[in-house]
Each structure stands twice: as C-alpha cells, then as structure tokens.
T-cell receptor
Framework: GDSVTQMEGPVTLSEEAFLTINCTYTATGYPSLFWYVQYPGEGLQLLLKATKADDKGSNKGFEATYRKETTSFHLEKGSVQVSDSAVYFCALRVTNAGGTSYGKLTFGQGTILTVHP | AAGVIQSPRHLIKEKRETATLKCYPIPRHDTVYWYQQGPGQDPQFLISFYEKMQSDKGSIPDRFSAQQFSDYHSELNMSSLELGDSALYFC???????????FGSGTRLTVV
C-alpha cells in the first residue's frame, strides 16, 4: 500500500540554523507529494508540493525536491526562525495509470520542530 | 478568500452519546474529505464525497456515517462515542479529486 515515513523528531534548532526533515514514501501509483505545517491548535496548511519527478516545491524559504530514484521528498530551509516552530507533515497522494485520483492523502507521522532564539 | 468552515470548533460529549460535525466547503468545491487526528498522531483518512456520492472510504468505524448534501456541505455523524474517539476532526475540500485541497481548522471532539 501507500505509506510515508518521516524522520523521527522532535527536532530542536537555534535560530538561523539549517533544517532538514527527511521524508520517504512508497506508492502504488503515480505520487504527488506535499508538505503541510500545523501550528499549535490550528489546522493543516499546505507549505509546498511537487507533482512529478524532479519537481522542486518552494515556499517561505522552504524547499523540497521530488526524487523518484530515492523515493524521497526531504524538506529543507537554510535559516530557520522562531516562527517556524510547528509540526511538519509529509504527505502523499496517488494517481493511478488512468490519471484518476481519489484524492485522499496519506500522511507521515509528523515532525515537531522547535526553534530557539 | 472563503475557506473551509467547520462547526463546532469544540465539542464535549459523554461516552455512548452521539455527535454531528459539519463541514462547509469552499464555494464551487465539489469534493469533501474527512480526517481524524488523534493526540500526537498523523491525520488518518476517514471518508470522502464527490458530487454528493461517497468516493472513497478509509478507516472509518461502522459507528460513524457521513453524507454530502445538495449544497455540498457535509456532516459526519458519530454514534456510541468512545473515549478513543477523542480527536481533531478535519474536513477538507477540493475542486475534484485531482486538485489540491484546503483544510478547515478542525473540530476538537472530547469524549468524557
């Protein structure tokens, strides 16, 4: 079946440090990949996405590249801020060979990021 | 811009009671998804609807049912509530299943 594995957390960094959160996946069809962010007490916000191999998604200084050869979609940011403290979820949506997607997302287990001043 | 509206935001119920959660999708969105997120867990897909018909089903207990109405809003009905049903319930909507979708802020259900 479809699954997403994220690096175990929590991750604690100092402000301006480099961030990497690893994400790998297995998919039964053609995957689209997403990173969502969840701030305390809030819903899930789409951070970035990539819909085909070698696509790079980017937003707010975060980047992730869809690597088909390594089935990975690692999240990176060159200089984190205190305001980036949140839970980050990697997610997968699969489209079958006929181009049909039921739309459901399969999430990784989430990585808690805490950034200290 | 209009977002996905969920109501209520918080709900406290006793064991064995019933609960109804409502979701109002973004205007013109025809697809609705429901997810359950337990404490410290990742969101788990429950069920989805496209054009008022169930389109996919995940790990939704038999005690739960859902439907999408003619105005595209959706309701998740939960009966015989158990302590383990305490969770955040998210609704999301999209324009067909092949497009990205937007999550609501969720309903926090606490069963006591």
């Amino acid at each position: 079946g479809d699954s997403v594995t994220q690096m175990e957390g929590p991750v604690t960094l100092s402000e301006e440090a480099f961030l990497t959160i690893n994400c790998t996946y297995t998919a039964t069809g053609y995957p689209s990949l997403f990173w969502y962010v969840q701030y305390p007490g809030e819903g899930l916000q789409l951070l970035l996405k990539a819909t085909k191999a070698d696509d790079k998604g980017s937003n707010k200084g975060f980047e992730a590249t869809y690597r088909k050869e390594t089935t990975s979609f690692h999240l990176e940011k060159g200089s984190v801020q205190v305001s980036d403290s949140a839970v980050y979820f990697c997610a997968l949506r699969v489209t079958n060979a006929g181009g049909t997607s039921y739309g459901k997302l399969t999430f990784g287990q989430g990585t808690i990021l805490t950034v200290h001043p | 811009a209009a977002g996905v509206i969920q109501s209520p935001r918080h709900l406290i119920k006793e064991k064995r009671e019933t609960a109804t959660l409502k979701c109002y999708p973004i205007p013109r969105h025809d697809t609705v998804y429901w997810y359950q997120q337990g404490p410290g867990q990742d969101p788990q897909f429950l069920i989805s609807f496209y054009e008022k018909m169930q389109s996919d089903k995940g790990s939704i207990p038999d005690r739960f049912s859902a439907q999408q109405f003619s105005d595209y809003h959706s309701e998740l009905n939960m009966s015989s509530l158990e302590l383990g049903d305490s969770a955040l319930y998210f609704c999301a909507s999209s324009l067909t299943a092949n497009y990205g979708y937007t999550f609501g802020s969720g309903t926090r259900l606490t069963v006591v």
